[in-house]
């Protein structure tokens, strides 16, 4: 669900997937810590302790879709050369710095601290739309148990 990837068809075909075709979008949504619109701002690999790891730096843009706030004025997003997402970003990472694109993130316990895992794709008002709408079946929920 936070599995450190952007959507394929935002990448491919560079449109957001319906939020009807993806069945993890309300449990994603639900589960999300912050949902934002980001813009990617740099792309690079560097080496990791477990070998190479590409980085995507993005930055919030505007107000947050759900969840609060965030603290942080920028993100570093990682894609280990262990996640099956790995070469396609090597292919394709450059291609996507200054894009826009709504970024699920959940902060997980790691084993030395607190570790951003993410999901993103590409901006749509429907996302947005039905993003907002989750979140407030949730409050609305949340106020009449």
Same mark, same amino acid.
């Given at each position: ?6 959507? #394929?068809?935002? &990448? ?7 939020? @009807?075709?993806?069945? &993890? ?8 810590? /912050?949902?934002? #619109? !980001?813009? !990617?701002?740099?792309? =690079?690999?560097?080496?990791?302790? *477990? @070998?190479? !790891? /590409?980085? &995507?730096? +993005? !930055?919030?843009?505007? *107000? ?6 965030? %603290?942080?004025?920028?993100? *570093?997003?990682?894609?280990?050369? %262990?996640?099956?997402?790995? $070469? ?6 450059? $291609? ?8 699920? &993130? ?10 951003? /895992? ?8 429907? +996302? ?7 979140? =407030? =079946? ?8």
């Amino acid at each position: 669900m936070f599995d450190d990837r952007i959507d #394929r068809t935002s &990448l491919d075909a560079g449109r957001a997937p319906s939020p @009807g075709s993806d069945p &993890l979008f309300r449990k994603r949504a639900q589960a999300s810590d /912050h949902v934002l #619109r !980001v813009r !990617v701002t740099s792309f =690079l690999t560097q080496r990791g302790l *477990d @070998g190479p !790891v /590409h980085r &995507l730096q +993005v !930055v919030p843009i505007g *107000d947050p879709i759900a969840g609060p706030r965030p %603290s942080d004025t920028a993100f *570093d997003l990682q894609i280990p050369q %262990s996640n099956p997402f790995f $070469q396609v970003m090597a292919a394709m990472g450059q $291609q996507i710095v200054q894009r826009t694109f709504v970024a699920y &993130l959940k902060r997980f316990s790691g084993p030395i601290g607190p570790e951003l /895992h993410w999901f993103m794709t590409s901006e749509s008002p429907e +996302v947005i739309q039905a993003v907002r709408e989750v979140h =407030l =079946l949730m409050e609305v929920r949340a106020s009449n148990p």
